[in-house]
């Protein structure tokens, strides 16, 4: 009796569904970012806006490659069903909070595929995520940095907002460069 | 639809249906409710979970006429299934079977190499 579940793919279908799983998460990341984008340009601060677009556009990119790895090595990927996303936030400074709050729960969720590949003996699969793993340590790096800003720069002060808005727009332009 | 050969093998049976394998074409034969479904490997496994993304909770408590049936459709393999709840716990168990099944020859592969498995 043949071994169709080998057949075509050596991905395991536990390793499938957490992949795609994490295909939702960053979709939905890549969302939440565009909303508080939205928020910060009808608020005025155009410039951290602005970095706040190409975060959304970073995490999609970080969906796709993981959407592609997965029909590369012979999976099914499903385009994730994202619901809504916050819209609303009650100050400047929480935007950014919600920002690290999401990049550690992304971060967690890496770590988890990357034990559960070790578990199940999947190390291209491991391999793979180790991409993940160090663009984590950088994106948690830069949320942080955010809010250390905040505690920089009096925001209450008469160009508090302004500078704050110029500063965060240039979070992670050096790595850029 | 088919005949019972040697490249056919029996993965599951309940007495409301059952599930084969056959070698030549590499497919996965469902036969449930009077409709013998074939899927390849990977649909069959997608099959599997939509099966088991129906909300029978839902089904059990909501009182709409909407929730009496679910409706389980596959353009590629042109088939449209209307399930009532017994049938969705019994496909399910039939489907869970199977995969088992399926789970179980593949490690046993893996752990012999190629030694050919009746």
């Not at chain 1, 706040?52 to 990119?61: C, G, I």
């Not at chain 1, 250390?148 to 008469?158: A, G, Q």
């Not at chain 2, 168990?93 to 995969?99: I, K, Q, V, Y």
């Amino acid at each position: 009796m043949k071994d169709l579940l080998r057949l075509r793919t050596s991905l395991k279908e536990e390793i499938e569904i957490i992949l795609n799983a994490q295909c939702k998460m960053e979709a939905e990341a890549s969302q939440k970012y565009l909303a508080m984008a939205s928020w910060l340009d009808r608020n005025g601060f155009a410039k951290s806006a602005e970095y706040l677009y190409a975060q959304a556009e970073e995490e999609r990119q970080h969906f796709l490659k993981i959407f592609k790895y997965i029909t590369e090595v012979g999976g099914t990927a499903i385009t994730p069903i994202v619901g809504e996303v916050p819209q609303e936030y009650p100050t400047f400074k929480s935007v950014f909070e919600a920002a690290l709050q999401s990049e550690i729960a992304v971060t967690n969720a890496i770590n988890k595929i990357v034990a559960k590949c070790r578990e199940v003996n999947d190390y291209a699969t491991e391999d793979f995520m180790m991409w993940y793993v160090t663009e984590q340590r950088e994106e948690e790096k830069n949320a942080r940095r955010a809010l250390e800003l905040f505690d920089l720069i009096d925001s209450e002060s008469p160009t508090g907002k302004f500078v704050l808005d110029k500063e965060i727009a240039k979070i992670g332009e050096a790595e850029n460069e | 639809m088919y005949k019972k050969e040697n490249h056919i093998h029996e993965l599951y049976t309940t007495p409301k249906g059952s599930v084969h394998q056959c070698d030549l074409t590499d497919k996965i034969y469902l036969t449930f409710k009077d409709s013998v479904l074939a899927f390849k490997i990977q649909d069959f496994l997608m099959f599997r979970r939509k099966v088991h993304a129906v909300d029978i909770h839902e089904m059990i408590f909501n009182l709409s006429d909407k929730y009496d049936f679910e409706v389980i459709e596959s353009q590629q393999y042109q088939f449209s299934l209307k399930l009532t709840l017994c049938d969705i716990i019994q496909l399910r168990e039939l489907l869970d079977g199977a995969r088992f099944t399926i789970e179980m020859y593949s490690m046993l592969h893996e752990v012999l190499g190629d030694f050919e498995i009746a």
